[in-house]
């Protein structure tokens, strides 16, 4: 199947070039069953991107859960091997709430995981498969990056209590200094906390500036060494350095990121390091990986897709079978897409209406 149909949703023709993209670095594909059991999803609820999840009881009176999430199912059955490196991609469905409709449904969801030993090469990679992530789907992208350890080394030396931490944190996240000012009040670092919420921008001006403010400098070079990878592959002009981006810590640490594309106003893609994950787990191997939301592109797809089909064929009773062929196939094989109808369906969006009576074609609406 030729990914780029325009017949197919922006969403199918992302999957089918995410595959191929993950595929191409190395990548194996994960499958999994829909279902997992409920109490894995109960221990890791903060880790999930909806609350909602469904559950029914199997023939033997376990709880099970239709999956809302497949990293914790990859975590859950990955074997760990001392020296050796997981590279996983998956294209699975999963059942959560959609933030566009507010209501369940089954969602596409695609994506990959890194599980292993993982060196600096690694996090370039999968940062650079984010990158790429976003360039399937549309030219205008920004990946934000952040890198927890250095936010939490200048949290945790303020000396607040678990709940102020945890409203700070909320505060970067949405850039709030004023909330921010007033949790920190006067401790020493709280200007430098400040700074960092209002740092945003290009990898080279960002990292200047930290190294001014005095962040550990271990840190600073994390961020440089991948920024400088993902320049060699002529993506760094969409990097930016963002401290806002953050999630739960309890899961992750070092590298998080999330990706934007035109058109969309929330994240399409989102990862990170998680390390604290594992370990809540009972695994030892480090892990780095993202998931791309399929189902935020439909707000791409209400906009492009201004008509359902180029040609309605309108006939009457009397006409052949063999006339009402001859006249779609003539026009399929232009590349349009035609249907026919005795009568126009209510709601069609069409881009030119014709007329068949007695083998003629006859054009009766055509939209620019």
């Known amino acids: ?104 449904r089954e969602i596409m969801q695609v994506g990959l995981e890194c599980i292993g030993d993982i060196d600096a090469y690694c996090i370039s990679e999968v940062l650079t498969l984010a990158a790429k992530s976003l360039i399937t789907i549309s030219d205008e992208w920004v990946l934000d990056i952040s890198h927890i350890g250095i936010l939490l080394d200048v949290i945790d030396a303020l000396g607040l209590s678990d709940e102020e931490k945890r409203a700070l944190i909320k505060c970067v996240g949405e850039k709030n200094l004023h909330e921010a000012a007033l949790i920190c009040g006067e401790r020493e670092g709280a200007p430098l906390l400040l700074s960092l919420i209002s740092t945003y921008g290009n990898a080279s001006d960002v990292t200047k500036k930290l190294y001014a403010l005095g962040v550990r400098e271990e840190y600073i070079r994390e961020l440089e060494d991948i920024c400088n990878a993902l320049d060699v592959c002529g993506l760094s002009d969409n990097l ?33 390091r998680y390390d604290n994950l594992m370990r809540r787990m009972g695994k030892r191997a480090g892990a780095i990986g993202f998931a791309v939301y399929l189902d935020a592109l439909e707000a791409l ?63 009766l609406e055509e939209n620019a």
């Open 1 to 104: 199947m030729n990914i780029s149909d325009k017949n197919l949703k922006n969403e199918e023709r992302a999957s089918f070039a995410l595959r191929s993209l993950y595929a191409g670095y190395g990548y194996s594909q994960f499958k999994m069953s829909k279902f997992e059991e409920y109490d894995l999803y109960v221990r890791n609820k903060d880790f999930l991107i909806s609350d909602g999840v469904i559950t029914f009881t199997d023939t033997n009176g376990r709880l099970l859960a239709l999956k809302p999430d497949v990293t914790l199912s990859i975590i859950k059955n990955c074997k760990e091997e001392t020296g050796v490196v997981q590279k996983m991609y998956y294209n699975e469905n999963v059942y959560r709430v959609s933030g566009s409709t507010k209501s369940f």
């Open 240 to 272: 930016r350095i963002d401290f806002s981006v953050v999630d739960d810590i309890k899961y992750y640490n070092g590298i998080v990121f999330k990706g934007y594309v035109h058109g969309i106003p929330q994240s399409i893609l989102s990862g990170g």
């Open 301 to 363: 797809s209400e906009k492009s897709e201004r008509y359902d089909v180029d040609t309605l064929i309108i006939y009457d009773e009397n006409e052949t079978a063999l006339n009402i062929n001859r006249a779609a196939t003539r026009i399929r094989d232009t590349g349009a897409s035609v249907i026919a109808q005795r009568k126009i369906p209510e709601k069609l969006r069409y881009k030119r209406l014709l007329k068949l009576s007695c083998g003629e074609v006859t054009v």
